[in-house]
């Protein structure tokens, strides 16, 4: 059995995985696959944050788990969702990392389901979007806490993922920038599903064109018509054109409200950002999804 965990991450793709997962229920079930839905995802989330906070996983966490996943003998793989997986907003910024504790839950995670072959998924965001939006959203107790006792300036993405290949090395970990999701949605959801490249998806710009104006929606509707006429890397330039021409500022724009943060900080978060990206997409047991 192939468990893929969509972990999120918080503030990528706020529900449009498990929107486009559902729109093609149908197909994933040609390929063997099913979708856990909100309910039974966060309920599996919830046995694993249990049995952690336990210290120790008691004689039902297996089989709990079990139950949830692997309950159709006539499934290959299943998916759930769920940005909780690396751990509650309130410790996704702590000890100097952004989710410090995203490797060992996801050992712990496998070990519960012994036997599984596990798969997790995650959109990176740019940092300097993602921590006000964390700290902004939890309690101000934990918001004070986390300011007083981590330097903001050195949070990336490299710690966590180091971590991820260190602890939990058989699992298989695929990742891609938020900021590039409009434009690769098709393999974002192909990869979750464990799809072949060339297995039609319905709704595949669905996401590209909510963030576009009428006339780019029209233009995207025609490329699709045009179906094979174009190959996929000219389909994929084409969309990006469209995206830089009919894009709708205040969808792709954020705004970020953090005291003090100027022009510099920005550029600063950015400048380091790109460099871990850069690093990461040269990690051999990391795939990375890109334009």
Request: aromatic content about 6%; hydrophobic content about 40%.
């Given at each position: 059995?192939?468990?893929?965990?969509?972990?999120?991450?918080?503030?990528?793709d706020?529900?449009?995985?498990?929107?486009?997962l559902g729109a093609?229920r149908?197909?994933l079930?040609?390929y063997?696959?099913a979708?856990?839905g909100p309910?039974?995802?966060?309920?599996?989330v919830?046995?694993?944050?249990?049995?952690?906070l336990?210290?120790?996983?008691?004689?039902?966490?297996p089989?709990?788990l079990?139950?949830?996943?692997?309950?159709?003998?006539?499934l290959d793989?299943?998916?759930?969702s769920?940005?909780?997986?690396f751990?509650p907003?309130?410790?996704?910024?702590?000890?100097?990392?952004?989710y410090?504790?995203?490797?060992k839950r996801?050992a712990?995670?496998e070990?519960?389901l012994?036997?599984?072959?596990?798969?997790?998924?995650?959109?990176?965001?740019?940092?300097?979007?993602?921590i006000p939006?964390i700290?902004?959203?939890?309690h101000?107790?934990?918001?004070?806490?986390?300011?007083a006792?981590?330097?903001?300036?050195c949070?990336?993405?490299?710690g966590?993922?180091?971590?991820?290949?260190?602890?939990?090395p058989?699992?298989q970990?695929?990742?891609?920038?938020?900021e590039?999701s409009?434009?690769?949605w098709?393999d974002?959801?192909?990869a979750?599903?464990?799809?072949?490249d060339e297995?039609?998806l319905?709704?595949?710009?669905?996401?590209?064109?909510?963030?576009?104006?009428e006339a780019g929606?029209?233009?995207?509707?025609?490329?699709?018509?045009?179906?094979?006429?174009l190959?996929?890397?000219?389909?994929r330039e084409?969309m990006a054109?469209?995206?830089?021409?009919y894009?709708?500022?205040?969808?792709?724009?954020e705004?970020?409200?953090?005291?003090?943060?100027n022009?510099?900080?920005?550029?600063?978060?950015t400048?380091?950002?790109e460099?871990?990206l850069?690093?990461?997409?040269?990690?051999q047991?990391?795939?990375?999804?890109?334009?």
């Amino acid at each position: 059995m192939q468990v893929a965990i969509h972990a999120g991450v918080a503030f990528s793709d706020e529900g449009l995985v498990m929107s486009s997962l559902g729109a093609n229920r149908r197909i994933l079930a040609d390929y063997r696959t099913a979708v856990l839905g909100p309910r039974r995802s966060r309920q599996f989330v919830k046995v694993v944050s249990d049995s952690i906070l336990q210290g120790q996983p008691d004689a039902e966490t297996p089989n709990s788990l079990a139950e949830l996943v692997t309950g159709n003998p006539n499934l290959d793989r299943v998916i759930l969702s769920s940005d909780k997986f690396f751990g509650p907003r309130r410790t996704a910024l702590q000890h100097g990392q952004i989710y410090p504790f995203a490797g060992k839950r996801t050992a712990y995670t496998e070990s519960l389901l012994d036997g599984a072959q596990v798969e997790v998924f995650a959109g990176l965001v740019n940092p300097v979007v993602f921590i006000p939006k964390i700290l902004t959203s939890i309690h101000e107790d934990h918001r004070q806490d986390i300011l007083a006792s981590t330097d903001l300036s050195c949070l990336s993405w490299l710690g966590m993922v180091e971590d991820l290949l260190d602890l939990a090395p058989q699992v298989q970990l695929t990742l891609w920038e938020h900021e590039n999701s409009p434009l690769i949605w098709g393999d974002i959801i192909r990869a979750i599903s464990g799809l072949p490249d060339e297995a039609p998806l319905h709704e595949e710009y669905a996401f590209l064109s909510s963030l576009l104006t009428e006339a780019g929606q029209r233009h995207v509707l025609d490329i699709v018509r045009k179906g094979d006429a174009l190959d996929r890397t000219s389909r994929r330039e084409e969309m990006a054109n469209i995206l830089d021409e009919y894009a709708r500022l205040e969808q792709i724009e954020e705004e970020l409200d953090m005291p003090g943060w100027n022009a510099d900080i920005v550029e600063a978060f950015t400048d380091l950002y790109e460099q871990d990206l850069a690093t990461i997409r040269s990690m051999q047991d990391v795939r990375v999804l890109q334009i």
